[in-house]
């Protein structure tokens, strides 16, 4: 498969776990954000999303995070699994335009 | 899976030829972006297509192109392959234009040029 985990930050975690993956988006005027997961030989993967009128989102063993104030975003995964493991990226979006642009990602490896 | 469909699953140019990738949207969605993954970054946006027309595009050269046929699927162009072109391409369809959290992406075309 792909291995698109090439060169990318790592976070190594145990099973059980939390995991907190950080992202440092690029346009304050961003309005939406996205948590992507993708897995070596497919594509991306909706995992959560959130509006810049929020600061925080829950999902099933999910969390993100949203600072306006230093344009920072993070997932929270709870009782983190191998099944975990894959490279994680943020992305945003302004005013509902047709891009969506991508932070460079993190490849989280679930330690069983 | 979710219902998108790419082809071919690798294919491998020389330079200055020309490729051109398909998809499939999923069933009922009229939007389909397009990206370029190299190696090891994100996916960076090339364009969008709602209801045939192009609806935005990234930076990228013009010798980038796409079309979308009346049944939503579409197709990726590039003409004169230069050897940086070498990535993962991805589409993903959406319900519609902004629908981010019903966009679905395939599994990608890797390109490789010699």
């Known amino acids: 498969g792909e291995n698109v985990g090439l060169h990318l930050p790592t976070l190594s975690v145990q099973e059980g776990d939390n995991s907190i993956i950080n992202c440092a988006y690029s346009?304050?005027?961003?309005?939406?954000f996205i948590w992507y997961k993708q897995e070596s030989g497919k594509g991306p993967q909706f995992i959560i999303d959130?509006?810049?009128?929020?600061d925080k989102r829950q999902g099933q063993r999910v969390t993100v995070l949203l600072n306006k104030t230093v344009k920072h975003l993070s997932l929270q995964i709870a009782a983190t699994q191998p099944g975990d493991s894959a490279v994680y990226f943020c992305a945003e979006n302004k005013g509902s335009q047709g891009n969506l642009i991508f932070g460079k990602g993190t490849k989280l490896s679930v330690k069983p | 899976e979710t219902g998108v469909t790419q082809s071919p699953t690798h294919l491998i140019k020389t330079r200055g030829q020309q490729v051109t990738l398909r998809c499939s949207s999923q069933?009922?969605?009229?939007?389909v972006s397009w990206y370029q993954q190299a190696l090891g970054q994100g996916p960076q946006f090339i364009f969008q297509?709602?209801?045939?027309?192009?609806?935005g595009r990234g930076n990228f050269p013009p010798r980038f192109s796409g079309l979308q046929f009346p049944n939503y699927s579409s197709e990726l162009n590039v003409n004169a392959l230069e050897l940086d072109d070498s990535a993962l391409y991805l589409c993903?369809?959406?319900?519609?234009?902004?629908?981010?959290?019903?966009?679905?992406f395939g599994p990608g075309t890797r390109l490789t040029v010699l």
């Open positions: 297509y709602y209801r045939e027309e192009e609806n």
């Open positions: 993903a369809s959406s319900l519609d234009r902004g629908s981010w959290d019903e966009q679905f």
């Open positions: 959130i509006r810049s009128n929020m």
């Open positions: 346009n304050s005027a961003s309005d939406y």
């Open positions: 069933s009922g969605h009229n939007t």
